[in-house]
């Protein structure tokens, strides 16, 4: 695990930069998705990681639209500026682990194995799904509220308790 360097996040991709212009900067944070996960994909200490694209919502990538989208119901997320902005964040944190920035753990959700990385720093997180030679994008986000943050918190002090006992 790197300690030497602290890690030094993009800036941020703010709707402001075009003006307000949405229609805009939606382009601009899909082109950055595109050019991260689409064109090329990351590697997560040395897996590929890729993007799952259907079923498409929209029209538009599906991990695009769960990354840079909130809300419960699929079909009807609306666009999320805090998630938006944060559009160069996933790929940054996958392609930076290991380090000591980042806390790490491994959570089952139902047939899965999820790896969520997390950065309190920044309050952002990333979840990749362990598949057999590969690594999904599963979800990606900044945590607003705080009681999520210690949550997350909460999981990640259990497995390294549970990876030592």
Same mark, same amino acid.
């Given at each position: 695990?790197?300690?030497? *360097?602290?890690?030094?996040?993009?800036?941020?991709?703010? #709707?402001? $930069?075009?003006?307000? *212009?949405?229609?805009?900067?939606?382009?601009?944070?899909?082109?950055?998705?595109? =050019?991260?996960?689409?064109?090329?994909?990351?590697?997560?200490? &040395?897996? !590929?990681?890729?993007?799952? +694209?259907? @079923?498409?919502? $929209? &029209? !538009?990538?599906?991990?695009?639209?769960? !990354?840079?989208?909130?809300?419960? $119901?699929? =079909?009807?997320?609306? @666009? $999320?500026?805090?998630?938006?902005?944060?559009? @160069?964040?996933?790929?940054? /944190? /996958?392609?930076?682990?290991?380090? *000591?920035?980042?806390?790490?753990? /491994?959570?089952?959700? &139902?047939?899965?194995?999820?790896?969520?990385? #997390?950065?309190?720093?920044? =309050?952002?997180?990333?979840?990749?799904? /362990? +598949?057999?030679?590969?690594?999904?994008?599963?979800?990606?986000?900044? !945590?607003?509220?705080?009681?999520?943050?210690?949550? =997350? #918190?909460?999981?990640?002090?259990?497995?390294?308790?549970?990876?030592?006992?």
């Amino acid at each position: 695990m790197s300690t030497a *360097n602290p890690l030094v996040f993009p800036e941020l991709l703010c #709707l402001n $930069d075009f003006n307000g *212009n949405f229609t805009e900067y939606f382009k601009a944070v899909y082109a950055v998705f595109e =050019k991260h996960f689409i064109t090329s994909q990351p590697r997560y200490e &040395g897996t !590929i990681v890729s993007a799952p +694209r259907y @079923p498409l919502v $929209d &029209g !538009i990538h599906r991990t695009f639209c769960h !990354i840079t989208h909130q809300g419960e $119901d699929e =079909k009807n997320r609306e @666009p $999320d500026l805090r998630r938006m902005e944060r559009i @160069p964040y996933p790929r940054f /944190i /996958i392609e930076n682990q290991p380090h *000591n920035e980042l806390k790490v753990w /491994i959570k089952s959700v &139902g047939s899965d194995e999820r790896i969520h990385i #997390l950065n309190t720093n920044e =309050k952002y997180i990333v979840v990749l799904t /362990i +598949r057999k030679g590969y690594l999904l994008l599963w979800t990606a986000f900044y !945590i607003e509220q705080n009681h999520t943050l210690r949550k =997350k #918190l909460k999981e990640y002090e259990a497995y390294k308790k549970a990876k030592t006992a």
